[in-house]
């Protein structure tokens, strides 16, 4: 497959401890007691997202805020994709969460295979009127449990975490896949892709 990427691309490959998601949500305003309801396990899942200017934050600074421990893998050249390779190789059995612009999302998406298989892909764009529109399309447990955070976090690096903290324990092999189309308040920056992952086998 040739990969062609047009400008600087930053990945922030984050590997979701036990409890990360507690600072998170703590910031989002929610009790804690609620936390440990909605979100658990999140300790096998590995979290891979954009950290270029486009994002309309400063992505690496919102991951420490969150508490998570992070590598940077820089995209631009081989040797940056090589990394990128052996990332993945070593994340096997883990969920996966991959949060960025269009393309290079496609590009990412083309490694997943065999191990992975994508359960959920979200495209996230700005409409008229002050408005985020979100069309989800995949397993329908996850999407549904997704979509009650939309009006709750604030920025892209807020919803990486809670795709990363949705492992696959959690829901059932068999759900049905379906669609799901959104609004929430806009977040800062570009328009963004989201695909969560299941390792293959599993579902």
């Not at 979701?16 to 507690?22: N, Y």
Request: overall charge neutral.
């Amino acid at each position: 497959m040739s990969i062609t990427l047009s400008s600087r691309r930053t990945f922030l490959q984050a590997t979701v401890r036990g409890g990360a998601a507690l600072p998170l949500l703590t910031s989002l305003g929610v009790a804690t007691n609620a936390i440990a309801s909605d979100l658990t396990e999140t300790e096998n899942s590995l979290c891979l997202f954009e950290a270029d200017a486009a994002m309309g934050a400063d992505m690496a600074a919102g991951v420490r805020q969150i508490g998570l421990a992070y590598q940077t893998v820089t995209l631009d050249d081989a040797a940056g994709w090589s990394a990128m390779l052996d990332t993945l190789e070593s994340a096997r059995g883990r969920s996966l969460a991959v949060l960025g612009r269009p393309a290079t999302v496609f590009a990412v998406r083309g490694m997943l295979e065999p191990t992975w298989r994508v359960v959920l892909e979200g495209r996230h764009g700005r409409q008229v009127g002050s408005q985020m529109r979100h069309e989800f399309a995949g397993l329908d447990a996850p999407m549904k449990q997704l979509a009650g955070w939309l009006d709750r976090v604030r920025d892209p690096a807020q919803y990486a975490v809670v795709l990363a903290s949705m492992t696959r324990g959690e829901f059932s092999a068999d759900a049905e896949r379906k669609t799901l189309d959104l609004n929430s308040h806009v977040w800062p920056g570009s328009d963004l892709v989201s695909l969560l992952a299941w390792p293959k086998g599993v579902v």
